[in-house]
């Protein structure tokens, strides 16, 4: 895994000399992305910069940005392509000679022999910046399902890219002015939706996009669907199952291919079982595994961890969290640069940490939840209708006794919050319901604590942005699948792809995701629903899969979830944290919360009398995130790991 970051003067009116110290500073941002080799070209109108993790092809011959052979064209790129040795020969038979082994180069020579149809034949995590001295242009792209991240600004004049926002803001020309609608959407859902980014200016490419600049201005498209099938495939249980087994052999395959040490993170459940299930079944002969536990047993999964490396025979390495983690947060709001608090975000930064120490490279588990209806939530959805045909008065009462009557639970997963979670959600119509459930600052809540100016400010609609994700998508889908869709394109890529990349990253590990490989993708969105949801069951199709491998308590016990005690961490060891950040100078200084509101959810959290704990946790994270990168009042705490000398190249 690398960084990538640039500037570009595009507009004919505009053509200027680009800095060197501007660009040195920029790939500077992103030491901790790739401590390996630096590079960067200048030339005019253009800077392109690189930092490397040496994955595959550890020589120099791997240096970035890489030229091709005329020096016509440049690539700095990020991520895996795991399809690169079929293409590779594909080029070879059209002539292509190669220096590497590297996939970059097979991206380069593949636009040169396809142009910016390549998009169309990759299979992989990626995002890129290739410069073509031709036409003077240049042209960034994001990967398919969003796994690599790449952001921009653009003033008209310049675009200035990087695949973290702290490589823009390198560049003081670049202002840190917040963007109200992308906080509003934060705290509805604890996460910043694409294109935002929390900063005004600064966006990001959406997943399966890609961006070009040349001196007639800017162009952007979207390049990929999801793969569905013409009509419903009618698949059995079994050929379903038999289906995906062979995708997931086939992608854990193509992504064990590295020139450095490579392990697995393991948490017990049936996702990251099925990845060293397959690992195994790959052949390979020694196996690193990971997890990290915590100290309150409700919360604590790595029993279950421990039970699937021994099962496997894997060189099992665990490690637990405590609420200590507390001063990690500057440390993980500084990675994540956005405004970003999925709690989860604390214990798999330190399991990369963690992991790092061992290997270079991990696969992981994400994304078979989105493609396989493992939440919850989705259950959800199905009984909301039921619960609207109560009479509204009954309604009332229940929203009434749940918010007066209920106490807070400290257990994973408290009655309390799902209920409150349910019958809000409930009240929505079909699709906005099913959104509706991953809200975090309630409608009510929002309503109060916001004030005018914030209103005014916010204006946007983020529950009905998230459902408009399900729209686009064949007839013949059913509910739940177009819920699955509206999830794989909000929430997967702006929540949990986030947390993997940035988590990762600080720490210079390469995080896989084999389960939502292109051929996994394009198998689950085949799978018939019936085989991956039924009542409060979720991934049966998986489930069925592993069923020969693991015993039934391991396949059919209930979905745990990666997250932290947050209700008890909150009532109390965190309570100092909450008391001395946020305040009533902050609430003055952001200008747009209500501290009255504000100040009794906090006096109700410390007193136990309501759950605010997911609130005042995206507010805590908002204060932090506001003092490190908007007034700079706090210093960010990034990971600064030894690293290789920038090489400078000039034309």
């Known amino acids: 895994m690398c960084g990538v970051t640039g500037i570009f003067h595009y507009h004919s009116g505009a053509r200027r000399e680009t800095n060197e110290r501007g660009g040195l500073a920029m790939v500077d941002a992103l030491l901790h992305r790739g401590p390996d080799d630096g590079g960067l070209l200048i030339a005019p109108q253009i800077a392109l910069g690189h930092r490397r993790l040496s994955i595959l092809d550890l020589s120099d011959k791997g240096h970035q940005p890489m030229p091709d052979d005329s020096g016509r064209c440049w690539i700095a790129y990020n991520g895996e392509v795991y399809n690169f040795p079929e293409l590779r020969r594909e080029l070879e038979r059209c002539g292509h000679r190669f220096r590497s082994r590297t996939d970059t180069e097979v991206i380069l020579r593949g636009y040169l022999q396809w142009g910016r149809d390549l998009v169309h034949r990759l299979n992989g995590m990626f995002a890129f910046a290739l410069w073509d001295r031709r036409d003077d242009s240049l042209w960034l792209v994001r990967d398919p399902i969003g796994i690599k991240p790449l952001f921009y600004h653009d003033d008209g004049e310049t675009l200035r890219f990087g695949s973290e926002i702290k490589a823009i803001l390198a560049d003081p020309a670049v202002g840190r002015q917040p963007d109200y609608k992308a906080l509003d959407a934060f705290l509805t859902f604890g996460y910043t939706p694409a294109p935002a980014t929390g900063f005004q200016g600064i966006r990001q490419l959406l997943p399966g996009e890609w961006l070009a600049a040349d001196r007639n201005g800017i162009v952007r498209e979207r390049w990929f669907r999801l793969d569905y099938p013409d009509e419903p495939t009618g698949w059995t249980a079994d050929e379903a199952a038999s289906r995906l087994e062979e995708a997931i052999d086939a992608a854990i395959k193509r992504q064990m291919v590295s020139d450095v040490p490579l392990g697995a993170l393991l948490s017990g459940g049936l996702d990251s079982s099925a990845v060293v299930r397959g690992m195994r079944r790959s052949g390979v002969s020694e196996l690193d595994t990971f997890t990290i536990g915590f100290?309150?047993?409700?919360?604590?999964?790595?029993?279950?961890?421990?039970?699937?490396?021994?099962?496997?025979?894997?060189?099992?390495?665990?490690?637990?969290?405590?609420?200590?983690?507390?001063?990690?947060?500057?440390?993980?709001?500084?990675?994540?640069?956005?405004?970003?608090?999925?709690?989860?975000?604390?214990?798999?930064?330190?399991?990369?940490?963690?992991?790092?120490?061992h290997v270079t490279v991990a696969l992981s588990g994400d994304g078979a939840d989105e493609l396989l209806a493992g939440y919850d939530t989705y259950?959800?959805?199905?009984?909301?209708?039921?619960?609207?045909l109560l009479p509204l008065p009954i309604r009332r009462a229940i929203r009434s006794a749940l918010g007066n009557w209920l106490p807070a639970s400290p257990r994973k997963y408290g009655w309390a919050m799902m209920l409150q979670r349910f019958v809000s959600g409930a009240e929505q119509p079909p699709m906005r319901d099913h959104c509706s459930w991953r809200r975090i600052v309630s409608a009510e809540v929002r309503e109060s604590l916001y004030n005018g100016r914030f209103r005014e400010l916010a204006g946007g609609d983020p529950i009905g942005e998230y459902a408009l994700a399900g729209e686009g998508a064949p007839d013949w889908l059913s509910p739940l699948e177009r819920q699955?869709?509206?999830?794989?394109?909000?929430?997967?890529?702006?929540?949990?792809?986030?947390?993997?990349?940035?988590?990762?990253?600080?720490?210079?590990?390469?995080?896989?995701?084999?389960?939502?490989?292109?051929?996994?993708?394009?198998?689950?969105?085949?799978?018939?629903?019936?085989?991956?949801?039924?009542?409060?069951?979720?991934?049966?199709?998986?489930?069925?899969?592993?069923?020969?491998?693991?015993?039934?308590?391991?396949?059919?016990?209930?979905?745990?979830?990666f997250i932290v005690p947050l209700e008890r961490w909150l009532r109390k060891d965190w309570q100092p944290l909450l008391r001395d950040t946020l305040t009533e100078d902050f609430a003055a200084e952001l200008g747009v919360l209500e501290w009255p509101i504000l100040r009794g959810m906090l006096e109700q959290q410390a007193a136990g009398r309501a759950d605010h704990a997911y609130p005042l946790f995206v507010l805590l994270v908002l204060a932090i995130w506001w003092k490190i990168w908007i007034t700079r009042q706090w210093p960010g705490q990034f990971s600064r790991p030894a690293a290789a000398a920038t090489k400078i190249h000039r034309l």
């Not at 391991?554 to 979905?559: D, Q, V």
């Open 295 to 357: 100290d309150d047993p409700s919360f604590d999964e790595s029993p279950w961890a421990a039970r699937v490396a021994e099962l496997f025979s894997t060189r099992h390495h665990a490690a637990t969290v405590s609420s200590r983690v507390a001063a990690l947060l500057p440390a993980v709001v500084s990675h994540a640069e956005e405004p970003f608090a999925d709690n989860s975000a604390i214990p798999f930064y330190l399991l990369s940490e963690f992991a790092r120490r």
């Open 379 to 388: 259950r959800a959805s199905q009984l909301a209708p039921y619960y609207r």
């Open 484 to 561: 699955l869709q509206a999830d794989l394109r909000f929430h997967l890529p702006n929540d949990m792809l986030v947390k993997v990349d940035r988590m990762s990253m600080a720490h210079s590990l390469e995080v896989r995701v084999p389960l939502l490989d292109l051929e996994v993708v394009k198998t689950c969105l085949a799978i018939p629903s019936r085989w991956k949801r039924r009542g409060r069951r979720g991934k049966l199709v998986l489930r069925q899969v592993l069923q020969s491998d693991l015993p039934g308590r391991l396949i059919h016990r209930r979905k745990g979830g």
